[in-house]
């Protein structure tokens, strides 16, 4: 299986690489945190709205992936795509 990288918003990412997720900020340049596939426990993924309760246009999605830490990203409609296919292949595991 190959990796997944998701690219989020303000140069932020999550990697995937099969044995480990890891978040980078600064274009990938400064590793935050990584974490074992096995400590993962859930994800949360809530569509962010205007201040009247409206979605954003273009839309974007706050993340929540919970393992040994807990890493947060913002994303677009393909991001949120990629976390569902990551949090698919951590179930698997």
Same mark, same amino acid.
């Given at each position: 299986?190959?990796?997944?990288?998701?690219?989020?918003?303000?140069?932020?990412?999550?990697?995937?690489?099969?044995?480990?997720?890891?978040?980078?900020?600064?274009?990938?340049?400064?590793?935050?945190?990584?974490?074992?596939? *096995?400590?993962?426990?859930?994800?949360?993924?809530?569509?962010?709205?205007?201040?009247?309760?409206?979605?954003? *246009?273009?839309?974007?999605?706050?993340?929540?992936?919970?393992?040994?830490?807990?890493?947060?990203?913002?994303?677009?409609?393909?991001?949120?795509?990629?976390?569902?296919?990551?949090?698919?292949?951590?179930?698997?595991?």
């Amino acid at each position: 299986m190959t990796g997944i990288e998701i690219q989020g918003a303000n140069g932020e990412s999550i990697v995937y690489d099969g044995a480990t997720v890891a978040k980078f900020k600064h274009a990938g340049k400064q590793e935050t945190a990584r974490n074992p596939v *096995s400590t993962y426990r859930e994800v949360r993924i809530k569509e962010k709205t205007s201040l009247f309760g409206k979605p954003r *246009s273009p839309r974007e999605y706050d993340v929540l992936l919970a393992m040994s830490s807990i890493m947060s990203l913002t994303v677009d409609d393909a991001g949120r795509v990629a976390v569902e296919e990551l949090v698919a292949r951590l179930e698997r595991r």
